[in-house]
C-alpha cells in the first residue's frame, strides 16, 4: 500500500495564478482532510470529505475548493494565487471520525510570489 | 473557543533524562486527545491516543480533566525520540474534526 500520495512536493505560483495539488489513498478510507501549516504554527483544517461527493469547510477554506469524486482522490484547487497562501499543505485519510487514527501525505510545500 | 496549547516550541534533553512535552486544552465536555509525531524526512504519525491507554515507545500520557491537559511522558530519553511532536484534540463540537496544537520540537542530546 502507498498510503496517502501527495503532488507535487514543491511548487512555485505567482500572485493571481491557479493550482491543484492532488492527494490520493489507497486504503478505502471514508474520511479525507485537507490541512495547510504556517511556520511555526499548527495544522489547520481546510476542506474534508466523509466521503464520495460530500464535502465540507474547515477552519479555513477562503481562497480554496475541492471535491470528492472518488474514495480515492481528493484534489485541492487554488484559485487566485495569494502571498497568505503561502503553506506547507497536508492531505490525510481515515476510515472515520473521532477516535480514528488519521493517516497522512508527506506534505506539499507551497510559495506564492 | 477549542484550543490546544503546547507551551514549549523547544525542548532540549540529555539521553536517559525523563522527559515532559506539555499539552493543554480548552474544552468543557469530553474530549478525545492525540499525541502525533513527526521524524525527521517521514511523514506526520499518531504516537498515540487517550482512550488507548497505552504505552508507545515508551511514551505515555494521561488524561487529566482537572487541569485540562495531556501531557506526554517518557522516563528515559532516547536520540532517536527527537522529533516534533502534536497535541490534537477532537470532540463532537469540533465534528470530531482534530484540532492541533503549535508543536513542540524534542531534541535529545548524547
Known amino acids: 500500500n502507498a498510503g496517502v500520495t501527495q503532488t507535487p512536493k514543491f511548487r512555485i505560483l505567482k500572485i493571481g495564478q491557479s493550482m491543484t495539488l492532488q492527494c490520493t489513498q489507497d486504503?478505502?478510507?471514508?474520511?479525507m482532510y485537507w490541512y495547510r501549516q504556517d511556520p511555526g504554527m499548527g495544522l489547520k483544517l481546510i476542506y474534508y470529505?466523509?466521503?464520495?461527493?460530500?464535502?465540507d469547510k474547515g477552519e479555513v477554506p477562503n481562497g480554496y475548493n475541492v471535491s470528492r469524486s472518488t474514495t480515492e482522490d481528493f484534489p485541492l484547487r487554488l484559485e487566485l494565487a495569494a502571498p497568505s497562501q503561502t503553506s506547507v499543505y497536508f492531505c490525510?485519510?481515515?476510515?472515520?471520525?473521532?477516535?480514528?487514527?488519521?493517516?497522512f501525505g508527506p506534505g506539499t510545500r507551497l510559495t506564492v510570489t | 473557543a477549542q484550543r490546544v496549547t503546547q507551551p514549549e516550541k523547544l525542548l532540549s534533553v540529555f539521553k536517559g533524562a525523563p522527559v515532559e512535552l506539555k499539552c493543554n486544552y480548552s474544552?468543557?465536555?469530553?474530549?478525545?486527545l492525540f499525541w502525533y509525531v513527526q521524524y525527521s524526512r517521514q511523514r506526520l504519525q499518531l504516537l498515540l491516543r487517550?482512550?488507548?491507554?497505552?504505552s508507545i515507545k515508551g511514551f505515555t500520557a494521561d488524561l487529566n480533566k482537572g487541569e485540562t491537559s495531556f501531557h506526554l511522558k517518557k522516563p528515559f530519553a532516547q536520540e532517536e525520540d527527537s522529533a516534533m511532536y502534536y497535541c490534537?484534540?477532537?470532540?463532537?463540537?469540533?465534528?470530531?474534526?482534530?484540532?492541533w496544537g503549535a508543536g513542540t520540537k524534542l531534541i535529545i542530546k548524547p
Open positions: 490525510a485519510s481515515s476510515p472515520y471520525a473521532g477516535t480514528y487514527e488519521q493517516y
Open positions: 470529505s466523509v466521503g464520495a461527493g460530500i464535502t
Open positions: 474544552y468543557s465536555g469530553s474530549p478525545e
Open positions: 490534537a484534540l477532537s470532540n463532537k463540537d469540533s465534528n470530531y474534526q482534530l484540532i
Open positions: 486504503m478505502n478510507h471514508n474520511y
Open positions: 487517550h482512550i488507548s491507554r497505552e
